[in-house]
């Protein structure tokens, strides 16, 4: 069974560098995409993006300037990069598979347990 | 942009009766749709994709419909733990744009 562990530096100052890693254990990462969600105190889910087992990404327009999503598949791991944070960056940050046999089929089975970023003076 | 639009923002019910949860899309994408439970301090759990395929280890007393513009979630009788926030998922662009409701919070009344 596929299981994500995810981690990275919890507190962050503005215009520093957000630095978060999904580790994928029980399955490969070939065949599926893996994405990053996030999710501001007490709100809704954003899609940031994802990426392939070969590096092929995808980004959220919104935020495809700051966002660099990388995978080692020689690890079984995909991180995620945010540069020049803000406060308004300040989410809880999931990693999951995609699943997407089809154009606009497309849907996330497996996710992590989520780490809080704070972005604060 | 497409937009998706969960109704009603909150629902209260209590345990044993049915809910209903909608999501509009503002165009017709695709007939693709996934639905997702949070619940309190956890990460968003995969209940529904293809509109109306239940995930694996769902329940059956979960259902999703539609196709279109409108979809819903069903929950036929309503356990302690299925008191949640709930969100619909659409793949609505191309390139790939992800979006997701703005949540359906399911409350104890």
């Known amino acids: 069974q596929v299981q994500l562990q995810q981690w990275g530096a919890g507190l962050l100052k503005p215009s520093e560098t957000l630095s978060l890693t999904c580790d994928v254990s029980g399955g490969s990462l070939s065949g599926y995409y893996w994405s990053w969600i996030r999710q501001p105190p007490g709100k809704g889910l954003e899609w940031i993006g994802e990426i392939n087992h070969r590096g092929s990404t995808n980004y959220n327009p919104s935020l495809k300037s700051r966002v660099t999503i990388s995978v080692d598949t020689s690890k079984n791991q995909f991180s995620l990069r945010v540069s020049s944070v803000i406060a308004a960056d300040t989410a809880i940050y999931y990693c999951a598979r995609v699943v997407w046999p089809t154009r606009y089929n497309y849907y996330m089975d497996v996710w992590g347990k989520g780490t809080t970023v704070t972005v604060s003076s | 942009e497409i937009v998706l639009t969960q109704s009603p923002a909150t629902l209260s019910l209590s345990p044993g009766e049915r809910a209903t949860l909608s999501c509009r899309t503002s165009?017709?994408?695709?007939?693709?749709l996934a639905w997702y439970q949070q619940r309190p301090g956890q990460a968003p759990r995969l209940l529904i994709y293809d509109a109306s395929n239940r995930a694996t280890g769902i329940p059956a007393r979960f259902s999703g419909g539609g196709s279109g513009t409108v979809f819903t979630l069903t929950i036929s009788s309503l356990e302690p733990e299925d008191f949640a926030v709930y969100y619909c998922q659409q793949q609505t662009n191309w390139p790939p744009r992800i979006t997701f409701g703005q949540g359906t919070r399911l409350e104890i009344k």
């Open positions: 165009q017709t994408v695709s007939s693709y």
